[in-house]
């Protein structure tokens, strides 16, 4: 009992304690930080300088380590203390570490103002660089790369040499990025083969140790964007050094040896144990790591023949894509960059995602950013098919019925792309458009007649029972693309509307106010119902062609506007072009040609797969990397001949085309008693006596 009233009394006396020293430390804390803020209250007078002048020629050492730090908040605050280098550098003997780093840092920052006493110091940073301590050699080397001026060279370089052979790791650290930092200042010391810098830099990826194998890919990775050049050289001893320090570096360093790895040749046997070491860093936390690792995959896949490494390889990659989208992991951002990536991914292999369980992680959130919603839509467009479809129409229309019109416009027009991609789901992909439509909402009506429009493109002659419903919506048209698609759809159905002269007789008396867009869509919409409708339309074209000749100043709606006058003078010949098959449409509009998707992936974790364009043109001079697979090599030894055979045979055509001549054509007849001149009342006689094209002067 007495024991236990002890230790509870003990308890509570060491509860009382426990305020008081919280206390103190916050006290000691805040002391320590106005003693820290104090160097930073200077007045700037000149006796303060004369005061630092003197105590930096103090033999006490804490002394002059205070009034060296008083100089840096001087300088940090702007202020020019230049005057006091020789002062400064007199103490940067010393055997106190922090003191010396102090003095380091002041010669870097005024090396370039007084290079001449930078350079008297110098020989202090060579001894320094002999120094028994690592930190202080690699302190030394560290400063003497960061003093930017020519003439340092001479004295950083056989330094430099020596720490890229030291003992310790840090010191081979440091050195590995000072290199870099010669290059800038003396690039040709740093190539010359003499100096042997390159060599010894690859020599260290062969060390072990992770953070001098990551310094020294650093290394080697910038000198050769810089220079332009293939410095890495790799081969397979060094490959097989990168994939054995790969899991033991930090995420910086994983992005530089991954890239690396990226930037390699390799054969298929090389590729497949490569992909095996890099697979599990797909699982990585860092998101730059598990996208790197993805393009390190992308790049080696294709040169790998055995189905079943691939499937297997293919499957490890979807989960970590996936988790890339997670809302508590990652951030709207990452969340946006992962996006654009997949989107190439997916190109390269469409069928990687469509799976619900992979598809239903693209379904946007309320709390999305528009920007990740747009990319989330382009995504299911890619993702769509036959066995999801109906999944994703029923996502799509429920976006429609948002607040937000951009995203509203997207949903709709993705749709439509469906629709275009996929003939068996047509139908479906209509059926909902016209639901969207029957809800009146001004911005789903026109952005869904623009959508039908290209529908109609896809399929001719397919969907015609739906006109009657868009016809009922054209008072609510006030867009010009909305306005120009409903024009398109009357003109090229002209034939099967009954009324169509009437709905383009009611655009054509608004034909001046409209826009460039819709006025094209009204000349050619009426031209097309001339020709359908010769009996019904002849007024109306004489007064849209008269307009778009003599009132317009676009130059575009007038040359078409003569195009047309002359070409309606030869019926058949104007309904063979006019009314001739269209080229067919399809959603490989939104695809990348391959040359450029090679490109991109083999950029991935870049901002040229974010913007979707080659670095050459997004940075000026900016190196881009390609993608090559086994057949490619061939397709490059054969492209030569091949060229050389091509151009022959163009040489011979042009020669061919020369030797003939164009057949005498029948003499036209006038159709409408049109004429290229100011009026458009002379006789057929007189128009067959004028010349046959349009000229600068009867316009």
Not at 114 to 121: F, N
Not at 289 to 294: D, E, F, P, Y
Not at 432 to 460: A, C, H, S, W
Request: with cysteine; charged share 30%.
């Amino acid at each position: 009992m007495e024991d236990e009233k002890l230790s509870s009394s003990r308890k509570i006396q060491l509860g009382l304690q426990i305020p008081a020293v919280l206390a103190q430390d916050e006290a000691s804390m805040t002391s320590r930080r106005k003693k820290g803020g104090e160097y930073f209250k200077t007045s700037n007078q000149r006796g303060e300088i004369n005061e630092l002048k003197k105590n930096l020629k103090e033999q006490k050492t804490e002394v002059r380590k205070d009034a060296v730090k008083k100089v840096i908040a001087f300088m940090t605050c702007g202020t020019d203390v230049s005057p006091l280098f020789n002062d400064v550098v007199q103490s940067i003997g010393t055997s106190d570490l922090e003191l010396k780093k102090l003095v380091y840092l002041y010669i870097i920052n005024y090396a370039r103002k007084q290079p001449d006493a930078a350079l008297k110091v110098v020989s202090q940073f060579r001894k320094d660089a002999q120094n028994s301590d690592p930190l202080i050699r690699a302190l030394a080397i560290r400063t003497m790369g960061c003093i930017r001026i020519p003439k340092i060279t001479q004295h950083l370089v056989p330094a430099l040499k020596q720490a890229l052979k030291d003992k310790d790791d840090y010191v081979k650290k440091t050195a590995a990025i000072c290199t870099v930092k010669l290059y800038d200042i003396n690039k040709e010391v740093v190539v010359d083969s003499k100096e042997d810098f390159i060599t010894r830099l690859r020599a260290l990826i062969s060390e072990g140790n992770p953070m001098v194998v990551f310094n020294a890919v650093a290394a080697l990775t910038e000198i050769g964007m810089k220079s332009g050049k293939d410095v890495f050289a790799m081969d397979s001893n060094m490959l097989r050094a990168l994939a054995a320090t790969l899991s033991e570096c930090n995420e910086w360093g994983q992005v530089y040896l991954l890239d690396a790895l990226a930037a390699y040749e390799p054969s298929e046997k090389e590729a497949t144990s490569i992909m095996q070491r890099v697979t599990p860093q797909l699982k990585h936390k860092n998101a730059a790591v598990a996208m790197s690792a993805i393009k390190v995959i992308m790049k080696y896949l294709p040169l790998v023949e055995s189905k079943t490494t691939r499937k297997v390889t293919l499957d490890a990659m979807r989960p970590p894509l996936i988790t890339l989208l997670n809302h508590s992991i990652h951030p709207p951002e990452i969340q946006y960059v992962a996006l654009r990536n997949m989107n190439l991914i997916i190109q390269r292999f469409p069928d990687m995602l469509t799976g619900f369980q992979y598809l239903k992680e693209f379904f946007c959130e309320y709390n999305d950013p528009i920007y990740v919603k747009i990319e989330k839509l382009e995504i299911m467009v890619r993702l769509a098919a036959n066995s999801n479809i109906d999944l994703i129409l029923t996502e799509f229309k429920s976006y429609a019925k948002e607040a937000d019109t951009e995203f509203v416009r997207k949903a709709v027009r993705a749709i439509g792309r469906c629709a275009i991609k996929l003939p068996e789901k047509a139908q479906k992909c209509v059926q909902v458009l016209l639901e969207l439509i029957k809800t009146g909402v001004n911005y789903v009506v026109q952005e869904g007649i623009i959508v039908i429009k290209d529908i109609f493109r896809k399929y001719p002659n397919k969907y015609e029972q739906i006109i009657g419903v868009l016809c009922d919506n054209l008072d609510s048209l006030d867009e010009p693309e909305a306005k120009a698609s409903m024009v398109w759809i009357i003109g090229e159905y002209s034939a099967r509307i009954s009324n169509s002269e009437e709905l383009l007789k009611n655009f054509a008396e608004t034909f001046e106010n409209e826009g460039p867009q819709v006025q094209l869509a009204i000349l050619t919409a009426v031209v097309k119902l001339f020709l359908y409708k010769p009996n019904k339309a002849g007024d109306l074209v004489k007064e849209v062609l008269s307009t778009c000749t003599k009132k317009v100043d676009n130059p575009d709606l007038r040359d078409r506007g003569f195009v047309y006058w002359r070409l309606l003078m030869n019926p058949a010949t104007a309904k063979q072009i006019v009314l001739g098959k269209k080229p067919e449409i399809s959603d490989q509009t939104f695809q990348i040609e391959s040359k450029t998707l090679d490109v991109l992936l083999a950029n991935v974790n870049t901002l040229s797969s974010i913007f979707h364009k080659p670095p050459a043109q997004l940075v000026k001079g900016g190196r881009t990397t390609n993608f090559k697979t086994k057949d490619q090599a061939d397709d490059e030894d054969s492209s030569d001949d091949s060229d050389e055979s091509s151009s022959e045979d163009e040489e011979s055509e042009e020669e061919e085309a020369e030797e003939e001549k164009p057949k005498a054509a029948a003499a036209p007849t006038n159709l409408l008693g049109l004429d290229d001149g100011p009026t458009i009342e002379e006789s057929p006689a007189a128009v067959e006596s004028k010349p046959t094209t349009a000229s600068p002067s009867n316009k």
